[in-house]
């Protein structure tokens, strides 16, 4: 299963993602995850690597080349890439957890993101999954991926919804978009609540709006200690309420536990 997690910027995407890969890690799944927020350096950090691995940009010649080649049918000449066919200084490994990364914008006047989301939908529709192995894909802050047809070969959808309007009117954009190309496992999971009485009114809100929320991450003071040292989330009430959320999305998509 391949699950694009999305949001509004500063909604704790990364985090999420993060957690979900930890957790289906320790339940035996192989995971995947797959970096393609050009913007935050920091999702490696998280998943406890020491360095980010050499970007798939790289793999393919380059930002520069990568451009000559969009208007090609396909920039990666490969029909199908399986994980064990990724050269090794592309991918990370540690702890069974995998790490990917598409590319990142490094400085000033370098251009627009668009050659990434193009090799982040060639890579994700090539990308083959083996029994009982799960991609989570850290997606850019905001909409623009959907654009780019990113989501095209993903199974599912996770949005990162935080208690501000804001967030909830960028949640509600996404499913929109989801749900218009026909991705039927969409959900939303609220972060950063500070109270029960809020987790139910921003509850109500999303599902107001046809929304189906799979969960609800309270605010918890060790994963941002954790975020602010670079390390694995490994304890915490968000470490616990994660499970839940992986619990409702394995059941809602019928993956079933690994053999």
């Known amino acids: 299963m391949k699950i694009s997690v999305c949001g ?5 995407k990364s985090t999420v993602v993060a957690l979900l890969a930890n957790e289906a890690r320790l ?5 995947l995850v797959v970096d393609s927020d050009e913007s935050n350096s920091g999702l490696f950090r998280m998943l406890g690597f020491d360095y980010p691995p050499v970007p798939l940009m790289e793999l393919v010649g380059g930002k520069n080349s990568l451009k000559q080649k969009m208007g090609q ?8 890439i399986a994980t064990a066919h990724i050269p090794e200084q592309y991918l990370l490994q540690k702890n069974g957890l995998k ?12 251009g627009c993101a668009c050659p990434m989301g193009v090799l982040s939908r060639e890579f994700l529709k090539k990308l083959t999954l083996e029994p009982n192995e799960l991609a989570i894909v850290d997606m850019e802050a905001g909409v623009e991926h959907f654009g780019r047809g990113v989501e095209t070969s993903i199974d599912s959808v996770l949005i990162v919804v935080e208690p501000p309007l804001e967030s909830v009117n960028v949640g509600q954009k996404i499913h929109d978009l989801a749900s218009g190309i ?6 939303a999971v609220m972060n950063k609540v500070p109270s029960e009485e809020i987790a139910n009114r921003l509850k109500a809100e999303l599902e107001e709006r046809q929304i189906e929320v799979v969960g609800c991450i309270y605010f918890d003071a060790d994963i941002f200690r954790s975020s ?3 390390r694995m989330p ?26």
């Open 8 to 12: 509004k910027g500063g909604s704790g």
């Open 27 to 31: 339940r035996g799944y192989r995971v």
């Open 73 to 80: 049918p396909s920039v990666l000449s490969e029909t199908q």
């Open 99 to 110: 790490l990917v990364a598409i590319g990142k914008i490094l400085q000033s006047l370098e």
């Open 182 to 187: 026909g991705i039927k496992n969409v959900w």
């Open 228 to 230: 602010l040292e670079g």
């Open 234 to 259: 490994v304890k915490g009430v968000a470490v616990q309420e994660i499970k839940a959320v992986l619990d409702r999305i394995l059941a809602k998509a019928g993956l079933p536990a690994p053999g």
